[in-house]
């Protein structure tokens, strides 16, 4: 039994299994970045054979982010580096532990000519001038004393060996802020035309509607187009409502997403709505013309009384014949329905007997009125994706205690500097040697300036 357990804590400990998780990570992160995912992958669909696209579906390529896949290799990750840093532990506590030995022959073994010097000061001079120095660069110094001579040791930067802990702690976050993203985030879309609110957006999952807490308003969309007729830039100009009062307001841009409790709203899609505005002209028999701009349902008294004016539909092509707005005209005497297209001239021209064959597209069947559509101004409507993330803020966190981790791991090092004074004759013999795990080229260097300010202080007292 303890073999079995030996060999699964050596398996999950292995470095080499962190790197293979991690690669297969990268690798399914790339197959999700360039296949088509979820609502996306209706389009490659079609140009894929149903066997291979259904076999690719049962794998969840196509929704990879919530897939089995994923959460097996994250919680293989986590294991793997909770055991990693478990197996090490001990190691590097006892590291920390370790107190300051000045007495340390070890240390002065196979010393270099540099790391060495002979001074005329006395022993219990230099050694105070030594200790001062090592007290005001590192921590934990100790001393020791003995006939002629004097052994010194400091340490600094043990807590540099929690680093990687440090990373580590950083990683596991991360990981259970992709999962609680993955398992309880939102992901959702909405249609709003210009002028309207909404307060209930659509689920992808499913055909569930999530009540918001607020109120959505477009106030305006705009678009800019190519000469080739491709979309340049658009956006939407929007205003969230709380209790029926302006809360915030913006524009909102493709990759320039709005947040708003706890809400980011993205700028998806757009297309032209139902029902937009037209410019209607109304010619009298005795020549009398006038210009109004209506709606679908807007409503009017005829300017010499006669009745009262409604618009009905507004269709932007009706029948492949053109604009054309649905009317209806009330008197006291009649109520008559007809349709008012802006190719009427056109429309004749193709068929001259159109009028008297369907009525109801004779521009003057309510007299002594003609109407003329003189045109249709284009209404939008502006689609948003919406979602919402708890796991954003664990993220954040996890970021930030990566990137101190890494500063350091990389900027900081634990290392122990020792002294050692022996008189001999009428000098004094002045050796330092240094340890560290790492970075041994800063180790030298700090030695080497450590040595310089030793001989520049002890040259006071030749």
Partial sequence: MSKNKSGIWSFFSSVRLAIVLLSLLAFFALIGTLVPQREAAGELAA??????????????????????????????????????????????????????????????????????????????????????????????????????????????????????YIVHLSLLILIAGALIGSVFGIEAYVNITEGETVSVVNLRNGKQALPLRFSVRCDKFTVEFYKTGAPKTFQSDLTFLKDNKVAHSGKLLVNHPIEFEGFRFYQSSYGAAPGGKATLALLRSDGRR????????????????????????????????????????????????????????????????????????NPGLFRPYTFVLLGLEEKYYTGLQVSRDPGTPVVATAALLLIGGLLIILFSYARQIWIRIDREKDQVHIRVAGRSYKNQAGLQKEVRYLIAELKDNLGNFK
Wanted: one cysteine or more.
């Fill in 47 to 164: 140009h894929l054979s149903p066997g291979l696209f259904s076999f690719l579906q049962k794998l969840q390529i196509f929704d990879l982010y919530h897939s089995v896949w994923f959460f097996l290799l994250m919680a293989l990750l986590a294991v793997s580096i909770i055991i990693c840093s478990l197996d090490r532990l001990p190691m590097v506590w006892r590291r920390f532990r370790m107190r300051p030995e000045p007495q340390n022959e070890n240390a002065f073994k196979d010393l270099t000519e540099e790391s060495a010097f002979l001074s005329k000061s006395d022993v219990s001079k230099a050694a105070d001038i030594a200790a001062l120095l090592l007290k005001k660069k590192y921590r934990n110094f100790a001393r020791a004393d003995e006939a002629d001579s004097v052994f010194l040791c400091a340490q600094k930067g043990r807590f540099s060996s929690f680093g990687v």
């Fill in 290 to 361: 006038d210009v109004i701009n209506v709606g679908q349902g807007y409503a009017f008294d005829l300017p010499g009384k006669e009745g009262t004016f409604q618009v009905l539909r507004v269709e932007e092509n009706l029948m492949k014949m053109g604009p054309a707005i649905k009317v209806a005209v009330q008197s006291k005497k009649e109520e008559v329905t007809f349709w008012v297209f802006q190719q009427i001239d056109e429309i004749k021209q193709a068929n001259p007997e159109i009028i008297q064959q369907t009525p109801v597209f």
